[in-house]
């Protein structure tokens, strides 16, 4: 039996993403770049894991996507985060707030190693930022929201429960819960690199390699093409809004048991 080929998930270099922001059209030019390549999703800020390509200042991957989001309406975004820089209350927020305002097209990408930033002596485990992150976004269930003004009733607060997860010595002590409740798609996509082992992932991503043994490897951009206008295609639509696929849905994933139920 042949197996159906995994979804393809482009990986855009920090360097394409700055020169984009920097010039008239960049952005769209770039969609028009990914739209062409055939992936269904795109990985925001990896350079940041290879030793090679991280090194130096880059784009917060969430403001790249939020950017990218509205001129590719109908693709994936998927942002990179590492222990070093970041604490997991502040990703799992941002990204979840990432995948509301971009319709449950969203995901996060969690490596071991940010090359970008200098070794210090402090080290953070990758899955258990991951850990903590995905159960604070299981804190407030998204039916769980009411909207009763007779009543005046906002939520149904019974389901909305602290994380409390206490990482002992040298780990994350987080209470939570978020200000924010779940997405369409029940939660962002959680993802780690192919140097985090995490067994609660719903994906393992690499570069594009083809010793790594990841479930899912990265494939690079292809070049941009001679294009002094970005296409139409690649304008944010002011039609009617309509109800897009879901980034679980454009990588067939599922939609995560509820929690607090």
Not at 11 to 34: H, K
Not at 103 to 129: I, K, M, N, S, Y
Not at 201 to 220: E, S
């Amino acid at each position: 039996m042949t197996e159906t080929p995994a979804p393809t998930i482009v990986t855009v270099p920090d360097a394409d993403l700055a020169a984009a922001v920097a010039r008239p059209g960049g952005i769209a030019r770039l969609a028009d770049r990914i739209r062409a390549s055939g992936a269904v999703a795109v990985a925001i800020g990896t350079d940041r894991f290879d030793a090679e390509r991280g090194r130096g200042h880059r784009l917060d991957p969430t403001t790249a996507a939020l950017a990218l989001g509205r001129a590719l309406p109908t693709h994936g975004l998927l942002v990179a985060a590492a222990p070093a820089r970041e604490h997991p209350y502040n990703v799992a927020r941002r990204v979840l707030s990432l995948d509301h305002v971009l319709d449950a097209r969203v995901g996060l990408v969690v490596g071991a190693r940010d090359h970008g930033l200098p070794a210090t002596g402090e080290q953070h485990d990758p899955a258990e930022f991951a850990e903590v992150v995905r159960g604070l976004w299981r804190t407030w269930p998204l039916d769980s929201i009411i909207g009763d003004r007779e009543a005046g009733r906002f939520a149904d607060t019974t389901r909305i429960h602290p994380l409390d997860h206490d990482g002992g010595p040298g780990g994350y002590r987080v209470r939570g819960p978020l200000t924010t409740p779940s997405s369409r798609q029940g939660e962002p996509v959680l993802a780690v690199w192919h140097d985090v082992a995490y067994e609660g992932a719903d994906l393992v991503l690499g570069a594009h390699r083809d010793d790594t043994g990841v479930a899912h490897p990265l494939v690079p951009l292809p070049a941009a093409a001679d294009a002094s206008e970005p296409s139409r295609a690649s304008r944010p639509s002011t039609g009617p809004a309509t109800r897009r696929r879901t980034l679980r849905d454009l990588l067939g994933l599922p939609v995560p048991a509820a929690v607090g139920a």
